[in-house]
């Protein structure tokens, strides 16, 4: 069991997650997408009765490693599932009709080095992976740092907009995309879901927005681009109805700004999700470095989260 409201290290959510399915294996199941370059099993929990028939739902968090918050809730949504397993007539319906899979630590290294910054402050806030170094000349000097964006390396429009191909930067796309065992092996597994995966949610931090594709340029969306928005206005309604926080929702550029290589829009397009959405949660993002989420709005972030998910997980539990 795990407390809520406090930020762990990967290795005792790691051990939690094992435990959770070792002693409740009639509802989950430990399962491993892939290995990161530090060599940490990237690891999740598979929730309810698998039959081929059955939609399935995939959650993660943590593919930006100071996005703590993100992992917060991912790791909130799990202990809510199997604390109210038997008392939330809403949790067992997606028990009994779904799939749901939910990765809090996509990117393991990254957040473990977040957690060094007692002794390296600017640790604290590292973004990416950490991949061995990369050079590149930038027309001054040849500069070489470790990492890659996560979430600029999938093979959607790589490399062409809002990432960069110099690996000091912080959005660093990589030397191709896939080239990361981490997005790699994420995407196998996404794939291997084909078919069956209606819906794919990604938690981010911070800025209080729920994003739909495609990121790289305006006005792009993909033919379902209806219903994809008025599930997240719906979704979003109900986020704010628990305590009132405001969310804006549209796709990347018309609401904050393009990129390409990111999760969610290969997902849409290669996989044709019903339902791809990046959340970016609290707190808004008038608020400067927003990444340091102070503990007591942990729960809360994570409750209101979890409000507006259930009207994605609704739609795709009671669709026939
Ligand atoms: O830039 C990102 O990768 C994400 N934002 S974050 O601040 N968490 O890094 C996703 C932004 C998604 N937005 C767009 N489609 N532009
Ligand atoms: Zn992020």
Known sequence: RLRMGEY???SVISTWLQRIAENMSDIAQLIKV????EGRD????KFGKDTPDKKVVVIDAGIHAREWAAIHTASYFINLIVNSRETDPQIQNYLDNIVLYIIPVLNP?????TRTDKTNPRARMWRKSRSPKACAFDGVRNSCCMGVDLNRNFDFRFSEIGASRYPCSEIYHGPSAFSEPESKAYAQFLTSLKGRLEAYITLHSYSQLWIYSYSHRKFTYAPDIEETRRV???????????????YRHGTGPEIIYAFSGGSTDWAKETLKI???YTIELRPGYEEWNGFVLDKNQLVPTAKETWAGVTVVLDEVANQW
């Open 8 to 10: 762990y290290s990967y």
């Open 34 to 37: 892939g290995t990161t370059v």
């Open 42 to 45: 990237i690891l999740g929990l």
């Open 109 to 113: 290294d990254g957040y473990e080095y």
């Open 232 to 246: 997240a206005a719906k979704a979003v309604q109900e986020l704010g109805r628990m305590y009132g926080t405001k």
């Open 274 to 276: 019903k339902y791809s």
